[in-house]
């Protein structure tokens, strides 16, 4: 006869009891598969906890049991006590360059390559964990942290690693304003973004990446919007990052734009404080505006040059919302030049036909800012086509 388990008809035993076979000896116990249908095993996949069990099950011993159970250590008993960790599911602690750090960032910065959408779905489904618990994208990480980071596959083809063309990395080169070994700050270009996003395929972090590969550590210090040319600072250390971070949020930093706005300008030196909201949905486009229910925005602004279709303005900013600028200037009934959301059309179209400006007229132009016990000051010029405006306004208004 078989030496294995016998049972009664219609009964067997529960989970986790013992059965004796014929032979006389102990038989090992038999469990369910915790993993067993596959909704289990596509969560398991997904790296979510299904089961505190290890997923082995033994219908047989895997060697010899004599007579003395005592003598025996159960298989599944040994494996009970060992959490069942997915393949490719890594543990990081947060060590002290870090801290301060938001999570999306972290996770980007250890997941290369990985699309924003993609970070954002695995912190939202829970298979990022923060200290084991759920946790929000904007999290702000702390020494000592543990950072659950799931297994993650970015597609089946390699993509090619992005090269910036030859005339891209000529103008980035040409662009830096100021270089030590915390803090790169850039004149950057109208109409480049500075990442990569929907519909593009690379930023100003990603060319400067690519250009700069040797760099163990390159991140955007703030944002600068695609049509907006001027001072962008980058942080070459974690812990430069933190403090230019911690400098914005307790506005510390000093950021000047120079901003082109129809007609004249007859308000002297003004403070605009209005709230704004985002996402506004006008004729399928989402738009900045001013709401009562917006978030608190604070613009000062300047003259610096008044002409009679248009002024020149410096503006301020002691809060930084998405089109600050242009949305108060907007507000106030002076629109900014070449701005094709917020703007004037026939104005802009003045502006381009007479003056040759075929851009938004906003240059960050200064950028003032504390780092490690010193004082970072650096002015950014305006390029040929903004300054070719500027010539043209003034020489109108020598004819005139």
Not at 27 to 53: F, I, M, S
């Amino acid at each position: 006869m078989s030496g294995r388990p016998q049972y009664a008809k219609g009964r067997r035993p529960s989970a986790g009891s013992a059965v004796k076979s014929c032979s006389g000896r102990k038989g090992v116990e038999q469990r369910e598969n915790p993993l067993k249908t596959p909704a289990r095993r596509a969560k398991w996949r997904a790296g979510l906890k299904t089961d505190n069990r290890v997923l082995f099950q033994f219908r047989r011993p895997i060697w010899p049991i004599s007579d003395n159970s005592d003598d025996y250590n159960s298989p599944m008993n040994t494996l009970q006590i060992m959490p069942a960790v997915p393949a490719g599911v890594r543990h990081l602690d947060v060590t002290p360059e870090y801290a301060g750090q938001r999570l999306d960032n972290f996770l980007l910065r250890e997941l290369k390559g990985a699309p924003k959408s993609l970070i954002y779905r695995i912190v939202r489904t829970g298979q990022v964990r923060l200290n084991g618990g759920r946790v929000q994208p904007g999290q702000r990480l702390q020494v000592g942290d543990m950072v659950r980071i799931p297994p993650v596959r970015l597609g089946e083809r390699e993509e090619r690693p992005f090269q910036p063309s030859p005339g891209l990395a000529e103008r980035l080169q040409e662009a830096v304003l100021y270089e030590d070994r915390e803090i790169l700050i850039l004149n950057k270009p109208a109409g480049l973004a500075v990442h990569k996003g929907s519909g593009l395929e690379y930023g100003v972090i990603e060319a400067l990446r690519a250009l700069r590969s040797n760099e163990p550590f390159l991140e955007l210090a703030h944002r600068l919007d695609r049509e907006t040319s001027g001072c962008l600072a980058l942080a070459r250390t974690p812990v430069a990052l933190r403090q230019i971070q911690d400098a914005f949020r307790a506005g510390q930093v000093e950021k000047r734009y120079l901003a082109l706005v129809r007609g004249h300008w007859n308000h002297g030196p003004r403070e605009v404080n209005q709230p704004l909201r985002r996402n506004v949905l006008r004729g399928g486009e989402r738009m900045v505006e001013v709401l009562e229910d917006g978030k608190p925005a604070l613009t000062r602004f300047r003259p610096v040059s008044l002409h009679k279709p248009a002024s020149l303005l410096e503006a301020s900013i002691a809060t930084g919302r998405t089109h600050q600028i242009r949305v108060h200037a907007a507000h106030v009934g002076h629109p900014l030049a070449g701005d094709d959301k917020y703007g004037d059309a026939v104005f802009n179209r003045l502006m381009a036909g007479q003056y040759g400006l075929h851009r938004l007229f906003l240059h960050a132009h200064s950028l003032n800012l504390p780092l490690g016990g010193r004082e970072i000051a650096v002015s950014a010029p305006l390029d040929a086509e903004l300054k070719a405006v500027l010539d043209r306004l003034s020489s109108t208004v020598r004819r005139a």
